[in-house]
């Protein structure tokens, strides 16, 4: 039983460049969430699903798209990646009110 | 808006001491309040969590204290241990999930325990 798992794990992209980060979890939950975490800023909420074929906007939602085409997959998109999107990404999912997070995507921006 | 406010930023205690962090929140519609515990490299782990109708909750050597009237909330752990050296974040979030349920985190306290 894996859980969370997100890739990939390490990731150096220049200003401009797109890429895609892949949530998949094993639990068959219904909510994923996408998070950032910064120093001394927490964990902020980028976008979510709350099922199949759903999105919503988090807190900081700018500059990134997410889908959910499968229940079991929550992909973050980054269409033009900018310096400011340098940061640690995390997925998770939930059913009610535990949330079980990946290990965490490192993303630096050059 | 910061609605769950989380202190202190980082705290040293000395091995076999008691650590305390400290959380308030602003929104009385939260009814769930988790403490996630974090090691380096790794995801936030849920450590211990509270509902509003208990003042303490306590779980080995790790006990959430309560105040509703206040709104605040608080994590004690006793006997510390270099092991627990790691980072702590306080949430809040109302309902049981999705839309409502959403976590919102604290900015985390970094824990050093010292041998």
């Known amino acids: 039983n894996a859980g969370v798992t997100q890739t990939p794990k390490f990731r150096v992209l220049k200003t401009g460049q797109s890429m895609t980060l892949l949530c998949a979890q094993d639990m068959n939950h219904e909510y994923m969430y996408w998070y950032r975490q910064d120093p001394g800023m927490g964990l902020r909420l980028i976008h979510y699903?709350?099922?199949?074929?759903?999105?919503a906007k988090g807190e900081v939602p700018d500059g990134y798209n997410v889908s959910r085409l499968k229940k079991q997959n929550f992909l973050l998109g980054l269409e033009s990646a900018a310096p400011s999107q340098t940061s640690v990404y995390f997925c998770?999912?939930?059913?009610?009110?535990?949330?079980?997070f990946g290990q965490g995507t490192r993303l630096t921006v050059v | 808006q910061q609605q769950v406010k989380q202190s202190p930023q980082s705290l040293i205690v000395q091995k076999g001491g008691i650590s305390i962090i400290n959380c308030a929140y602003e929104?009385?519609?939260?009814?769930?309040f988790p403490w996630y515990q974090q090691f380096p490299g790794k995801g936030p782990a849920l450590l211990i969590a509270?509902?509003?109708?208990?003042s303490e909750k306590k779980e080995g050597r790790f006990t959430i204290s309560f105040n509703k009237s206040a709104k605040q909330f608080s994590l004690h752990i006793m006997d510390s241990q270099p092991g627990d050296s790691a980072t702590y974040f306080c949430a809040a979030s109302k309902g049981y999930g999705g839309s409502q349920g959403n976590l919102i985190f604290g900015k985390g306290t970094k824990l050093s325990v010292k041998p």
């Open positions: 929104n009385t519609a939260f009814d769930y």
């Open positions: 509270i509902r509003p109708d208990v």
């Open positions: 998770a999912s939930a059913r009610g009110t535990e949330a079980f």
């Open positions: 699903s709350v099922g199949e074929g759903t999105t």
